[in-house]
């Protein structure tokens, strides 16, 4: 049974900073990733990184301000979210993918978290 737990969402104030986590169960996977999904906007993609060689992605928005890593011998994926801004507020939900075609597209991902809230005040 395949499991995604996130955690490390909350509240902080603009310009700081907080680290998510999602820990996967059941098994590994060829990807995992990030999307976000801000009140009243459709759910986008944040960033992703592949198992086996560690290559990130990221989206324009969030590049140079976060970074994604994994814990392979943990099979744990992190977002190290840096300079928030209050856009960057949303539920943010952890993904993996056991196999795909483009780690920026949603469709594409196997197994969801239930999603953490991270809120940046101004």
């Known amino acids: 049974q395949v499991q995604l737990v996130e955690s490390g969402g909350g509240l902080v104030q603009a310009g700081g900073s907080l680290r998510l986590s999602c820990a996967a169960s059941?098994?590994?996977?060829?990807?995992m990733g990030w999307f976000r999904q801000a009140p009243g906007k459709e759910r986008e993609f944040v960033a992703a990184?592949?198992?086996?060689?560690?290559?990130?992605y990221y989206s324009g928005s969030v590049k140079g301000r976060f970074t994604i890593s994994r814990d392979s011998a943990k099979n744990t994926v992190y977002l190290q979210m840096n300079s928030l801004k209050p856009k960057d507020t949303a539920v943010y939900y952890c993904?993996?993918?056991?196999?795909?075609?483009?780690?920026?597209?949603?469709?594409?991902?196997?197994?969801w978290g239930q999603g953490t809230q991270v809120t940046v005040s101004s």
């Open positions: 993904a993996a993918a056991g196999s795909l075609w483009s780690v920026t597209t949603m469709r594409d991902y196997d197994f």
């Open positions: 059941g098994r590994t996977f060829l990807a």
């Open positions: 990184i592949t198992w086996s060689g560690a290559n990130t």
